[in-house]
């Protein structure tokens, strides 16, 4: 399936010497492969995003009985 803006790209990666063509596929794929990875991220985070939340507020909540404990960054 080929939308019309792909088409254009592919129109105008035509006109190029095939050298430049071949560095803006590199770039393309490093740039789909950091888009790709923003994706997983989001879904993860959606996934997750109720736990993170009672999570905090189980924090919120053992701060405010005085059961939480300074982090001593030394034993980590």
Known sequence: MSSAAITT???M???LPIDVQEKIVDHLRDYIDDLQDE???NESFQRTQQKLIAAARRAKQ???????TTLDYDQL
């Open 13 to 15: 990666m035509e006109s």
């Open 62 to 68: 053992e701060i405010a009985e005085g059961q939480a």
């Open 9 to 11: 790209v592919i129109k």
């Open 39 to 41: 994706i997983r991220w």
